[in-house]
């Protein structure tokens, strides 16, 4: 059964940092694509930041930046998404997710193309 625990979400003042932390287990620990996507309330999902576990490629969406960095662990099989400067339009559940495959050779960044996802963690950011 697969596994993905977020942690690390928290409230924070504008132009503060928080790191978020997913952990992955169960069978087979060999994601093609991990991701962080979050959700506002009355919005969409949205991809926030896709890293290529193998390659190590790494997308990032327009909002965030030069202030989100994304990384992984393998040897804790965990993966981080370090946000720095954060704004108050931040706020919103982020979720981890992870993918088995490539997609013409890369990792897409929609959320209906991962299956499988964690339970979320809460980011507020107050102005």
């Known amino acids: 059964q697969v596994q993905l625990v977020e942690s690390g979400g928290g409230s924070v003042q504008a132009g503060g940092s928080l790191r978020l932390s997913c952990a992955a287990s169960g069978y087979s620990l060999s994601y093609e694509c991990l991701g962080w996507f979050r959700q506002a309330p009355g919005k969409e999902r949205e991809g926030v930041s896709i890293l290529a576990t193998r390659g190590g490629g790494t997308t990032y969406a327009d909002s965030v930046k030069g202030r989100f960095t994304i990384s992984q662990d393998n040897a804790k099989n965990t993966v981080y998404l370090q946000m720095d400067s954060l704004k108050p339009e931040d706020t919103a559940m982020y979720y981890c997710?992870?993918?088995?495959?490539?997609?013409?050779?890369?990792?897409?960044?929609?959320?209906?193309?991962?299956?499988?996802w964690g339970q979320g963690t809460q980011v507020t950011v107050s102005s």
């Open positions: 997710a992870a993918r088995r495959d490539l997609r013409y050779g890369g990792c897409p960044t929609s959320p209906g193309s991962f299956g499988y």
